[in-house]
């Protein structure tokens, strides 16, 4: 039986063009790991979760099972960029989708990854952040879309000088369905 073997010059080829792959589709990787990052904090706090077949703006379905409660959340991921004393985040949200308020808000889950941690969920429902967009001036508009800068601080966290801080892990309309006996 006869083996193939790799020439050296054969491993750095494969090695590049993987590398350089990853790289390019980093945005994709970083995407699906904050919406499984998400999607772990609901389920532990006991509401199942369903990802819609059709991705039409709704990342993740969250549902109370006992009374059928639904939820629509869109995560938004991004890397951290470190700043002299602090760091920021980056996201997008196409602007007609904040603006078509429906029966059923959309609740806006925004998560960093920063030195190989995610941080705290700033957890918005539709309804306050389209507010902050009309009337705080939070964030700019770039081809249709809103584009918003999240800078972290070890005392706040802010967008154009609104302060996000209360937003951090508000879990108001996702209270804890279980006593927490299975996460012991």
């Known amino acids: 039986m006869k083996y193939n073997s790799l020439t050296i010059k054969q491993v750095r080829y494969y090695t590049l063009a993987k590398f350089s792959i990853l790289k390019k589709n980093y945005h994709l990787y970083l995407g699906k790991a904050g919406h499984l990052n998400v999607m772990s904090e609901f389920l532990i706090r006991g509401w199942n979760v369903a990802i ?20 629509r959340v869109q995560v938004k991921s991004s890397s951290s960029t470190f700043r ?4 920021s985040g980056q996201f997008k949200i196409p602007i007609n989708q904040l603006k078509i308020v429906t029966n059923i808000l959309v609740h806006y889950v925004f998560v960093v990854r920063h030195k190989e941690q995610w941080t705290k ?11 902050h967009f009309e009337n705080d001036n939070l964030g700019s508009q770039h081809n249709g879309n809103l584009i918003l800068y999240f800078s972290y601080s070890p005392q706040k966290i802010e967008c154009s000088g ?3 801080t209360k937003y951090e892990s508000d879990f108001t309309d996702f209270p804890m369905l279980n006593d927490g006996s299975f996460i012991r």
């Open 52 to 71: 819609p077949e059709v991705d039409i703006g709704d990342d993740i379905f969250v549902v109370q099972d006992e009374n059928g409660t639904l939820r």
């Open 84 to 87: 002299k004393n602090n760091f």
């Open 121 to 131: 969920p700033i957890v918005i429902r539709q309804d306050y952040l389209l507010d």
């Open 162 to 164: 609104v302060d996000l």
